[in-house]
T-cell receptor, first 114, second 117 residues
Framework: GENVEQHPSTLSVQEGDSAVIKCTYSDSASNYFPWYKQELGKRPQLIIDIRSNVGEKKDQRIAVTLNKTAKHFSLHITETQPEDSAVYFCAARAPSGGYNKLIFGAGTRLAVHP | DGGITQSPKYLFRKEGQNVTLSCEQNLNHDAMYWYRQDPGQGLRLIYYSQIVNDFQKGDIAEGYSVSREKKESFPLTVTSAQKNPTAFYLC????????????????FGPGTRLLVL
């Protein structure tokens, strides 16, 4: 079945620096890749997503890139701010028995230091 | 995602007890999901429902049961057969179960933290 690996598990940056989180997936049929941000004790919230027919997508300070050949996708956060500190999860959607389900990575804990 | 509610926020279970977690959505979404989140891990799918009166097992369904009698409600019961129930439980919904693409974005509720006494 589909497997999603996410790296690094923890990431510490200085305010204003960039942060990059990478995910790899195993099922080449995967066609949708969302990223969620989860603050401590709260619900995951969708911050950006990308479909397999697109190579890159941007939304202000965040961007996601997709390399279908290598089966990996990355989240880029520029000009990081302390409020970006959270756990970030990637996910991949792959067909499974006729139903497309999301497989999540294990998460990256991002700490942005003032 | 503000249209998905979960209750209670905290739940304590005694050994041998069944407990039920509530999930309600007013987004008119067809599909609903239950995930379990353990510390340092991602989200694992317990059960999902694509439509009223239908639900399917996810990856870790043992020790859990669900029902989907109404479109807006998808309660999860943690049975006494679940030997390690302590976790953060998240309910989610999407417009549709994305068989043909589109409507796949999942929105999460605020979660229920289950603790064992």
């Amino acid at each position: 079945g589909e497997n999603v690996e996410q790296h690094p598990s923890t990431l510490s940056v200085q305010e204003g620096d960039s942060a990059v989180i990478k995910c790899t997936y195993s099922d080449s049929a995967s066609n949708y890749f969302p990223w969620y941000k989860q603050e401590l004790g709260k619900r995951p919230q969708l911050i950006i997503d990308i479909r397999s027919n697109v190579g890159e997508k941007k939304d202000q300070r965040i961007a996601v890139t997709l390399n279908k050949t290598a089966k990996h996708f990355s989240l880029h956060i520029t000009e990081t701010q302390p409020e970006d500190s959270a756990v970030y999860f990637c996910a991949a959607r792959a067909p499974s028995g006729g139903y497309n389900k999301l497989i999540f990575g294990a998460g990256t804990r991002l700490a942005v230091h003032p | 995602d503000g249209g998905i509610t979960q209750s209670p926020k905290y739940l304590f279970r005694k050994e041998g007890q069944n407990v039920t977690l509530s999930c309600e959505q007013n987004l008119n979404h067809d599909a609903m999901y239950w995930y379990r989140q353990d510390p340092g891990q991602g989200l694992r799918l317990i059960y999902y429902s694509q439509i009223v009166n239908d639900f399917q097992k996810g990856d870790i369904a043992e020790g859990y049961s669900v029902s989907r009698e109404k479109k807006e409600s998808f309660p999860l019961t943690v049975t006494s057969a679940q030997k390690n129930p302590t976790a953060f439980y998240l309910c989610a919904s999407s417009i549709s179960a994305p068989l043909a693409g589109g409507g796949e974005t999942q929105y999460f509720g605020p979660g229920t933290r289950l603790l064992v006494l």
